[in-house]
């Protein structure tokens, strides 16, 4: 979306009646996921999931290492994607063993000098595993001690919007997570950052780069938003503009994907970002496999996710598995969710 706003909308009133996407495409003229092919394709990646889980592995063949490894991640304890694979587990119903506990407790890292992000990470993390961030033992240690006040201590000026993102969505998962004394940003000052770094065309990025047209981030942001509960006129206009930005990039295909020097590559992880989004959104959900956001998409996301499930139930043109089969695997769990009027983030 290349066209600027000329004025904010400054009635609470309008902006919520706003919210609903405008669409000329009938739903029954989009092609849906069948529930033959949600069941097929769901039942595969979700039980490479659980195999990858099993034996601590990225991935199932080639080039592949530990999810969990002190060694290999010497300042998380844990791979790139760790959080989104452990809920997109969670929230499909998988239970955790003690093996599998143990396992993140022996090599967690959780360190004075930890970026939020990572602290963020580890809430997430520890949370779907089924254990309690806000009375975290490490192995071997009697004390536990309180994942959410570190993140609430923890510096995010210089932390991206992405990273900022997943620090929003961390603090919300639970009503049981309270704000403590001396932190150094509440709900209400982190949403409000995440609404001065929005973009001129209305999206977000990872780098806060003009014109740049990022999915990913984007989504990441409207679901964190959505979580934080800020409910300021400024906050909802910022929400309704990024949810028009994010409906102007979907792909006739129903996908999402990243744009470099003007080329869009649609890809499974960037749609499962959006599903992510509009899932957590009771006003969006519909579009993830019901109605057209644009008059052109031809296809529905969570159709488009699912194409890129391969028979092995690995994830096509994912750069790491990790990341691949967690993140679709967390989208499907969040949709499943909001089809009961829930949050695949909420764990008390």
Avoid: C
């Amino acid at each position: 979306m290349n066209k600027y706003m000329k004025s904010i909308l400054t009635s609470a009133t309008l902006v919520i009646t706003a919210l609903t996407l405008s669409t000329t495409t009938n739903a029954a003229s989009i092609k849906k996921a069948s529930t033959g092919t949600i069941h097929n394709r769901v039942a595969r990646t979700y039980s490479y999931a659980k195999k990858m889980i099993k034996e601590n592995k990225t991935g199932l063949s080639g080039q592949r290492s530990d999810i969990f490894s002190k060694k290999l991640n010497p300042d998380t304890g844990a791979a790139a994607g760790y959080s989104d694979f452990l809920l997109g587990l969670k929230g499909n119903g998988y239970k955790f063993t003690t093996k599998e506990k143990t396992l993140l407790r022996k090599n967690l890292m959780i360190k004075k000098t930890t970026p939020a992000a990572t602290m963020a990470n580890a809430v997430m993390a520890v949370q779907a595993m089924g254990l309690n961030a806000r009375d975290y033992k490490p192995y071997g240690h009697k004390k536990g001690y309180n994942l959410v006040t570190k993140l609430y201590q923890t510096s995010i000026f210089k932390q991206t919007a992405s990273a900022q993102s997943q620090v929003l969505i961390a603090v919300s998962m639970s009503s049981k997570f309270k704000q403590p004394k001396g932190a150094k940003f509440s709900k209400a000052s982190l949403s409000a950052r995440l609404v001065k770094s929005q973009l001129n065309n209305h999206g977000w990025t990872y780098n806060n780069q003009q014109g740049a047209k990022d999915a990913d981030t984007t989504s990441m942001v409207l679901a964190a938003l959505v979580r934080g509960k800020v409910n300021t006129t400024n906050v909802k206009a910022s929400m309704l503009k990024g949810q028009k930005f994010l409906a102007a990039i979907a792909q006739p295909s129903g996908a999402f994907g990243y744009t470099f020097y003007g080329k869009t590559t649609p890809n499974a992880n960037s749609t499962a970002e959006a599903i992510i989004a509009l899932s957590n959104d009771s006003g969006m959900k519909k579009y993830v496999n019901n109605a057209a956001m644009k008059a052109s998409q031809t296809r529905t996301p969570f159709y488009a996710m699912l194409t890129y499930v391969n028979k092995s139930g690995s994830i096509k043109n994912a750069a790491t598995q990790l990341y691949g089969v967690g993140q679709v695997n967390l989208a499907i769990a969040a949709y499943k969710a909001a089809l009961k009027n829930r949050s695949v983030y909420t764990i008390n």
